[in-house]
């Protein structure tokens, strides 16, 4: 037998989603897989030839873009913050839907409206994308990289401003931020490394056409 398809999908938010896609694509993982005391992070499926590896949504779009695993699913914002060439990102899956935007306090000073700066700090866990999105408005983006608890960052003088995932807007509310800004509309892509879509010619463009096939459906029927 060919060596396995490693198929990378995300912990947190885009999982619960991606599973039933993933199960009407044909793709189940073992019992092992929604064990919750479970630490392992390789599990097999319901198919001999595709094994699942659970990892950070970035670190999805690392492994897949290396040749570690040949398939993912990733939301695009991790897509357009690496902008790894190596990947391609042949269907929107329509999951995983949420935005990228700028907030800052509610209180905030009009004087320091992003129209009057040339200069700003900014928390954020997408140092790539906000920076190119503050120079295409002519500002100078000073990046504070952070991983989580962004929504402190203001309140404790780190940064005035935050870039962030936004869903319903909750959690800014009540940390006493607004949403000023939306810097791109995400969902959940699948992703391929482009060489093993090449090399496994036999598998992986079958699995890819059988994923735009439920993604088409669903649209569909929305």
């Not at 999908?9 to 991606?18: M, N, V, Y």
């Not at 039933?20 to 019992?31: H, L, R, S």
């Not at 960052?153 to 940064?159: C, D, H, K, Q």
């Not at 962030?164 to 940390?175: A, I, P, Q």
Request: glycine share 8%; aromatic share 6%; with cysteine.
């Amino acid at each position: 037998m060919d060596r396995p398809i490693i198929f990378a999908i995300p912990k947190g938010r885009i999982l619960d989603e991606a599973l039933p896609v993933m199960k009407a694509a044909g793709i189940e993982p073992e019992p092992g897989f929604f064990d919750k005391s479970n630490r392992a992070l390789e599990f097999a499926t319901n198919r001999d030839d595709v094994r699942l590896i659970r990892v950070r949504a970035f670190d999805v779009a690392t492994f897949v873009a290396h040749g570690a695993a040949q398939i993912g699913i990733v939301g695009s914002d991790v897509i357009e913050e690496f902008g790894y060439s190596e990947l391609y990102a042949p269907v929107d899956l329509g999951i995983g839907q949420c935005r990228l935007s700028v907030a800052e306090p509610k209180d905030a000073d009009p004087a320091e409206a992003l129209s009057a700066l040339s200069h700003v700090r900014v928390a954020t866990k997408y140092p790539a994308l906000a920076r190119r999105w503050f120079a295409a408005k002519g500002v100078q983006a000073e990046l504070v990289k952070l991983n989580g608890a962004m929504e402190l960052a203001p309140a404790l003088g780190l940064s005035r401003r935050i870039v962030d995932l936004v869903s319903t807007g909750k959690t800014l509310k009540e940390n006493g931020l607004v949403e000023t800004e939306t810097i791109m509309d995400i969902s959940a892509r699948l992703i391929v490394n482009r060489a093993a879509f090449k090399m496994m010619s036999g598998t992986l463009p079958a699995l890819v056409e059988r994923f735009r096939e439920i993604a088409g459906a669903s649209r569909e029927a929305a």
